[in-house]
């Protein structure tokens, strides 16, 4: 296994956070074979994750470096092509759709994981898919909802032009406007980006009448940036333009030590999206507490 240590290479012009346990004694560009580094995207529930599967894999014995918020999926598995981190938390759907895979109509959670295992790259691999699921799923205000009748995501017609609230990268996945227009045979859909990952911003945008519908994962509370908790419809997919999206660790092929992906497999077996939901709502809600900590105290009662 191969990576720089320390893992402070820019990729894509955003430099690489999570420095602060490297060696500053280590020459620029210096190897070490013998640690695992743990990459997270840029929203709260990667990190999350990340911190978890650090301390499992220590727990296993290893040594793990942490390497964390690095941004968008195509930053993130630059960084892990590069052999800048070795692993990363990731969801089924959304990537096997990055890659483009052969999924099937109607896809069954396995059909997913299939059409992903057999679209990633010769140097990628995944582990086991976890039960627990980070969907994304649009919202709706239950006042709108209700005033104008709609329910799943083909009713949005009766909205006229739409307006989405989403992560900007949406625009580049089949559930963006362009894939929702076609899906449901909408007009206009326009997107509002923010780059909160389905957040407080998210959340507030769609509150106060911003946009009709916001992107938001099915794991993520839907407090608003006062922190109110917003009353919210998830929109219906009946032609399931959103395929499952369980978490799995996608590293490196060939780049972990024996044992960690297995370690990490046992843990992501008993990981469930309830337990996702409970340790979002501590980070984002009234606790504000950090992924370590909600980490610590997850494994902690798991002992």
């Known amino acids: 296994m191969s990576r720089l240590k320390p893992v402070c290479a820019v990729v894509a012009a955003v430099t690489l956070s999570g420095c ?8 620029p560009g210096a190897f070490d074979p013998d640690t695992i580094v743990v990459g997270t995207a840029n929203f709260p529930e990667s990190e999350i994750i990340g911190q978890l599967w650090a301390r499992v894999l220590r727990d296993a014995g290893f040594n793990v470096e942490m390497s964390s918020q690095i941004g968008a999926r195509e930053v ?6 590069a052999g800048e981190v070795d692993v990363v938390p990731e969801y089924t759907g959304n990537l096997a759709q990055y890659f483009d895979a052969d999924v099937p ?13 057999a679209a990633l790259p010769d140097d990628l691999a995944a582990g086991a898919a976890s039960p627990a699921e980070s969907k994304d799923a649009f919202r ?17 017609q009766k909205l006229g032009d739409v307006t989405m609230a989403g992560n900007p990268e949406i625009t580049e996945r089949p ?30 945008s769609l509150v106060e ?15 608003d940036r006062s922190g109110s908790e917003a009353d919210l419809v998830t929109l219906d997919d009946p032609k399931n333009l959103i395929i499952s999206q369980n978490l799995t660790p996608i590293y490196r092929a060939g780049s972990l030590p024996d044992g960690a992906v297995e370690a990490l497999d046992r843990f992501n077996a008993e990981l469930t999206t309830d337990d996702l939901k409970e340790m979002n709502v501590r980070n984002v ?13 997850f494994l902690a009662r798991r002992r």
């Not at 009448?209 to 407090?223: C, H, K, L, Q, R």
């Not at 009234?286 to 992924?291: S, V």
């Open 209 to 223: 009448g911003e946009v009709d519908i916001a992107d938001v994962y099915t794991t993520s509370p839907v407090f």
């Open 76 to 81: 993130y598995l630059g960084a892990l092509q």
């Open 105 to 117: 109509d109607q896809p069954s959670s396995d059909d997913v994981y299939r059409s992903l295992e």
């Open 175 to 204: 559930l963006g406007p362009e894939g929702l227009a076609q899906a449901y045979g909408l007009g206009s859909v326009d997107l509002k980006p923010i780059s909160d990952g389905g957040g407080p911003l998210t959340i507030s």
């Open 20 to 27: 602060a346990n490297a060696d500053p004694t280590a020459a």
């Open 140 to 156: 709706i205000t239950r006042k709108v909802a209700e005033d104008k009748g709609v329910t799943s995501l083909a009713d949005l």
């Open 285 to 297: 809600g009234a606790e504000k507490a950090e992924p370590e900590v909600i980490a610590a105290d």
